[in-house]
């Protein structure tokens, strides 16, 4: 009994370890297998990966990116912007792995990215600022002709529409019919205008304004100034001392879209005061408005409206897609 038992025990343990020796030696082919399977996919992926991947060159990107860099200077991205743009997106792209044929799609996206980033602006909601404080003194400065008298008469009726009340403050003392031309809108409008004489000191006129505006409860002073230009050392002087006496709520400077490669110069000069938002005008000249991009990459500013037409109700929300579809054309 136990002997049958032994032998039995026997033959199992030499047929386990007999398969056990099989398995093993055959486990160790198929390793092999396996190891030289896995081998030649290596070699296959990188083969194929060699085919269908490869790296962005430099020269590459230099020229997908100076078609990009001179499309941006033809909508009035200003030239030192554009190449700012085309050098930090090298940068970024240098030595990246893409699929072969995709090389275009991925510069693009990499160029709507950071457009997108640069346009990330703060927001200003002007009806939550108002509510906050009354009278809610507005100062609109820039070069000459760019909009300013135009955009407050704008403004000042969007304002009127959404049940604000509203006084024009006549500060630019300085160019001939300038206050003519504001006392007409107001007329038009239907709000009341504190005007001086011409050569008047325009902070004294602003500062009429307020006080008006404090006694009749009125809800938002929109003060015009004269334009500056960079030879204008005393007018300049003249828009330091509106804000010095008034300090006013909202700082706000009119940029023409069509001003190209002076809106950085003019971001820049007109920063000494100080900015708080951005307006940008005639877009319906220029509907590419590349000085919003130069502009805003700058000063990095809210832009509170921007304006398309000559009309009170040409003025509007900036729609940050709807910019970028037009600037990139796609
Ligand atoms: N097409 C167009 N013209 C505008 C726009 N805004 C202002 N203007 C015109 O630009 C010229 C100068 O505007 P104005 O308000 O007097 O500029 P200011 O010197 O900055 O006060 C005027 O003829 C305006 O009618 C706009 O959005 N589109
Ligand atoms: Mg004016």
Redesign the pocket.
């Known amino acids: 009994m136990f002997e049958v038992l032994k032998k039995k025990l026997k033959e199992l343990t030499e047929k386990i370890l007999g398969k056990g020796v099989e398995a093993e030696s055959r486990s160790e082919e198929e390793k092999k297998a396996e190891k030289d399977k896995r081998f030649f996919l290596t070699l296959k992926e990188g083969i194929i990966k060699r085919v269908i991947e490869k790296k962005l060159t430099r020269e590459e990107l230099e020229a997908i990116l100076s078609d990009l860099e001179i499309s941006l200077i033809e909508a009035d991205v200003a030239y030192e912007i554009a190449r700012n743009l085309k050098e930090s997106l090298i940068k970024e792209l240098d030595g990246k792995e893409v699929k072969r044929g995709r090389e275009k799609e991925i510069v693009i996206e990499a160029i709507r990215r950071s457009l997108n980033e640069i346009l990330d602006l703060p927001k200003i909601s002007l009806e939550d600022e108002i509510r906050r404080k009354r009278p809610y003194l507005i100062v609109f400065f ?1 070069f ?8 407050i008469a704008k403004v000042a009726n969007l304002l009127i529409k959404k049940g604000f009340s509203c006084v024009l403050a006549a500060g630019d003392t300085f160019r001939a019919a300038s206050i003519e ?1 504001l006392e007409e809108h107001a007329k038009r409008i239907g709000v009341p205008i504190i005007k001086q004489k011409y050569g008047a000191d325009p902070a004294a006129v602003i500062f009429d304004a307020r006080k008006y505006a404090e006694a009749k409860k009125i809800d938002v002073v929109l003060a015009d100034t004269a ?1 500056r230009s960079y030879t204008n050392e005393n007018l300049m002087e003249e828009l330091k001392k509106i804000v010095r006496v008034n300090k006013p709520d909202l700082k706000v400077l ?1 940029i023409d879209s069509l001003t190209g490669n002076d809106a950085v110069n003019q971001a820049k000069f007109f920063n000494e005061i100080g900015v708080d938002a951005v307006v940008f ?5 220029n509907e590419k408005g590349g000085a919003i991009l130069s502009v805003s990459y700058l000063l990095k500013k809210p832009i509170l409206f921007v ?4 009309n009170y109700e ?1 003025i509007k929300y900036f729609d940050k897609e709807e910019f970028l579809n037009n600037l990139l054309g796609f």
Do not use: I, M, R
Request: proline share 0%; net charge negative.
């Open positions: 820039g000459n002709g760019s909009g300013k008298t135009t955009t031309q334009g009119v005008t005639k877009l319906d000249v304006c398309d037409g000559q040409d």
